[in-house]
């Protein structure tokens, strides 16, 4: 397979790219098993997600796309550092206020606000499959969160997420996002976060596995 893996810093993927001899601006695929894996650091965020994509796209043919990173989780039930799969993602703060009450774009009919993965893993049925939500501002606020709870019940969020999805449902490319979690969403707190860990098993299952795709 031509597999596209995606994903927003260097730093989420370095020790998969150090492990198969490859660099950060690396412009040739790396063979890993039967696939051509092409290397795709988008920058933070939907915007620059969605524009790495689109030119992405117009310049290869993929059969898979994998968007792969950190995530914090709103449950408490899945542990720090633990892999999750998105099957489900939500552009939380597309749409407008009304005085009090938010109404999306998608209640205004004005477009769509969930998107889904097209593929699905298969390998490790073990691994907890996800909502997530994608934002431009991460949630610290305890009102925030509890806002954001009630009204879209999420289980992870990110700034990338539902943005890959969208471009990948346009572009007819399959989508499959992957992420571990770093953190709890909750009052901001970085001595609580364990990027270490999340960056270290993410990796190891990339190098384990992605070859089995």
């Known amino acids: 397979m031509e597999i596209l893996l995606l994903a927003a810093t260097y730093q989420e993927i370095a020790p998969f790219v150090e492990r ?17 894996v092409h290397l795709l650091i988008s920058g933070v ?28 989780s709103f449950s408490r039930n899945i542990k720090i550092g633990q892999l999750v799969e998105v099957r489900e993602d ?10 009090e009450e938010f ?7 004005l477009g769509d606000v969930i998107f889904y993965g097209t593929d699905q893993l298969k390998l490790d049925t073990d691994i907890r499959t996800v909502t997530g939500i994608t ?3 991460v949630h610290g606020n305890e009102d925030s969160i509890l806002r954001i709870s009630q009204r ?7 700034m990338e997420g539902a943005a890959f999805f969208y471009a990948c449902q346009q572009a007819k490319v399959p989508a499959l996002q992957l992420r571990t979690i770093s953190n709890y969403v909750e009052k901001r707190n970085r001595d609580n976060w364990n990027l270490p860990l999340a ?7 990339l190098i384990e596995n992605l070859a089995r795709l």
């Open 152 to 158: 879209l019940n999420p289980t992870i969020e990110s």
């Open 90 to 99: 939500i552009l939380a703060e597309l749409g407008a206020e009304d005085d």
């Open 20 to 36: 198969f001899g490859a660099n950060r601006h690396i412009a040739d695929p790396i063979n890993i098993g039967t696939h051509r």
């Open 45 to 72: 965020g939907m915007t620059a997600t969605a524009y790495a994509l689109g030119k992405a796209f117009t310049q290869n043919n993929f059969d898979l796309a994998l968007n792969v990173g950190i995530a914090g």
């Open 103 to 109: 109404i999306s774009l998608e209640q205004m009919g």
């Open 199 to 205: 960056v270290k098993n993410l990796n190891d299952w």
């Open 135 to 137: 934002v431009n501002t």
